[in-house]
């Protein structure tokens, strides 16, 4: 039985919350006969819930999964200087992993972001003489500079680049869920090839539908056309424009735009959405609720801000739960090969500009109802095609092999 190690500081698990990409892929992995374990940061801003760890190592199994949490300090948000000391903790621990509880690695698999686990996972690699895989979700530092507006020349940003420069030039395969990665990797002048294994849904958990408790429930008009918004309210999540566009479209009563979710930019987004009826919040639901809630709405959300990094390719989770919802999406993005437009189930606008939103909500609102289903029957029968996790996990097997 061949054993792979999948370090990613931020893998959760629908028990505790994001990342789930790796509890599915690991869950597919099992049964394709691979002994999985994911070393993970027993604190993340995005968890829900955390496991009690009291020494250096907790060793835990999850449906299966082998889990070793490191323990890291806690921190309050996402841009808490905190967070960068648990980066640190976390990439010195790795050091100092036994195999007394774990099957040595034939492969190890270093997720980014997290970039500062490089040096580590090459050591592990040399240790047990296993296969390094580099795979890229987010490009760091370069979400760092565009999104944070941090300089290049920074030195920590440094730091980052040369763990970044090191780990594509030492891995012996590189995945990636950006279908562009390829262009950034000979923008760096690295001619290296990289496997393209996106993000997608688990339909075993897709099938566990919850209901929405009555509080939420009731708080969804059922005499509206309602756009909605569901996940992180972040700054990458660029609603700002999503609420300007809401404005725009204030005279029409019977449209409410929706935004489910917490997130560092909650509070501020509300004052900025004060006034407006046809703007709402609800807070955070869990994962298998929704898919309940997507069917109370007319049309998904989701937004980008207008940056170089994006011309690589997207790969959201929430992208695929609006897919296989069957409902028609807006998108505001600059980009190409993404999973929208490849569906044909929605529109695709410019980024930041609330106006072309606005025109795009329109354009489904005055659509027909089966002219929508239309459209977003193309959505949900792309992702089963190409998005279960199931197709996903073999396509890693048979690269393994």
């Known amino acids: 039985m061949k054993s792979i190690w999948i370090i990613n500081e931020y893998a959760g698990s629908p028990y505790h919350g994001m990342v789930f990409r790796h509890y599915y892929l690991s869950k597919e992995l099992l049964k394709l006969g691979y002994n999985v374990t994911i070393i ?35 921190y309050k948000n996402s841009n808490d200087k905190k967070r960068v000391l648990k980066w640190f903790i976390f990439s010195i621990y790795l050091f100092f992993i036994s195999i007394k509880k774990l099957k040595k690695p034939d492969y190890i698999l270093l997720s980014c972001p997290g970039i500062l686990i490089t040096i580590p996972s090459l050591y592990l690699s040399k240790k047990f003489n296993s296969h390094l895989i580099f795979e890229v979700r987010d490009i760091w530092p370069l979400s760092l500079i565009e999104l944070g507006g941090y300089s290049k020349n920074n030195i920590f940003i440094k730091l980052l680049s040369f763990c970044e420069n090191l780990a594509i030039r030492k891995n012996d395969l590189i995945i990636s869920v950006l ?34 408790s009555e509080d939420i429930k009731n708080q969804i008009p059922k005499d509206k056309f309602i756009v909605a918004y569901t996940g992180t309210i972040g700054k990458a999540n660029s609603l700002d424009y999503f609420i300007e566009a809401a404005k725009i479209l204030k005279d029409y009563e019977d449209i409410l735009f929706l935004i489910v979710g917490e997130g560092g930019e909650k509070e501020r987004l509300k004052k900025i959405a004060e006034g407006f009826d046809n703007i709402k919040f609800l ?119």
């Open 40 to 74: 993970s940061a027993s604190y993340s801003h995005l968890f829900r819930s955390l496991t009690v760890v009291k020494k250096r190592f907790t060793f835990e199994i999850i449906d299966g999964i082998n889990y070793l949490w490191i323990k890291v300090p806690k």
């Open 283 to 401: 807070p955070s639901i869990s994962k298998t609720m929704v898919q309940n809630l997507l069917f109370h709405v007319d049309i998904c959300y989701i937004g980008w801000k207008k940056l170089k990094l994006y011309k690589f390719g997207i790969s959201p989770n929430k992208i695929f739960d609006y897919m296989y919802s069957g409902k028609t999406i807006i998108q505001s993005i600059d980009t190409k090969n993404d999973p929208i437009s490849l569906a044909n189930c929605g529109i695709n606008v410019e980024p930041e500009n609330p106006v072309a939103i606005a025109d795009a909500v329109l354009k489904f609102y005055n659509m027909k109802p089966e002219e929508r289903k239309k459209i977003g029957d193309n959505g949900r029968r792309y992702v089963l095609e190409n998005h279960t996790y199931d197709k996903l996990a073999f396509k890693l097997y048979k690269i393994l092999k």
């Open 179 to 212: 279908p562009n990665y390829g262009e950034y990797l000979k923008e760096k002048g690295f001619d290296k090839k990289f496997i393209y294994i996106p993000n997608g849904i688990d339909l075993e958990e897709m099938q566990k539908i919850e209901l929405l």
